[in-house]
Each structure stands twice: as structure tokens, then as C-alpha cells.
């Protein structure tokens, strides 16, 4: 089993920033892809940000130029970079993964519990 601890989340003025982190620990032959997702009060879940094992981003347009994603491959951990927040940017933000199994066919899809990120006008 692999869990996702997420951290970082809280509240900030507009503006301000916030660093997500995400640490993957468990049973972890190597991971292939992460990313964050977010999920508004009444909204449907949306990608926010995502990166490769080799380091390929790909985000929202939304958050472009705002929320550099970044990943400590030695660490197994996920990092988001969140400036100039907005108010629309409120939303409960998870990690996930998708991890090898150990025998290198086959992902898996990990989530993390979340965290709540509340940007103040």
C-alpha cells in the first residue's frame, strides 16, 4: 500500500502565497506520474497541476504562470508553488499518484486525505 500525506494548506490573504507539499511513503516500487487536483464547494474535481517521472509539467489554465508544480523523485515527494492566490482558488487541493506495482506493469492510482486551502478577499 502507498499513502499520500498532503501539508501546507491554510488560510492567506489575495495575493499571498502558499507551498503545497505531498510526501508518498509505503510500499513504492517507483511512480510515474503526479499531480494536484482541487475541489470546490459544489464543483466537480479539476486538475490543477501535473508532472512527469522525467519532469513534464502540464497545468490549468487557470493557475499558469501562478503555480509552478515541482517533485523530489529521491524524496517520492510533491511540491505546488502557489502565488498570487486568488478567491477563486479555494478549494480542498489532493495529491495523487500513480505508482508501479513491484512488478514494473501495472499503476495504481493513490489519493491523498487533502487540504484545505481558503484565500481571503
Known amino acids: 500500500q502507498v499513502q499520500l500525506v498532503e501539508s501546507g494548506g491554510g488560510l492567506v490573504q489575495a495575493g499571498g502565497s502558499l507551498r503545497l507539499s505531498c510526501a508518498a511513503s509505503?510500499?513504492?516500487?517507483?511512480?510515474?506520474?503526479m499531480g494536484w487536483y482541487r475541489q470546490a464547494p459544489g464543483k466537480q474535481r479539476e486538475l490543477v497541476a501535473a508532472?512527469?517521472?522525467?519532469?513534464?509539467?502540464n497545468y490549468a489554465d487557470s493557475v499558469k504562470g501562478r503555480f509552478p508544480i515541482s517533485r523530489d523523485n529521491a524524496k517520492n515527494t510533491l511540491y505546488l508553488q502557489m502565488n498570487s492566490l486568488k478567491p477563486e482558488d479555494t478549494a480542498v487541493y489532493y495529491c495523487?499518484?500513480?505508482?508501479?506495482?513491484?512488478?514494473?506493469?501495472?499503476?495504481?492510482?493513490?489519493w491523498g486525505q487533502g487540504t484545505q486551502v481558503t484565500v481571503s478577499s
Open positions: 509505503g510500499s513504492i516500487l517507483r511512480i510515474n506520474s
Open positions: 495523487n499518484a500513480a505508482v508501479f506495482d513491484r512488478s514494473g506493469t501495472y499503476l495504481y492510482d493513490y
Open positions: 508532472i512527469t517521472s522525467s519532469g513534464s509539467t
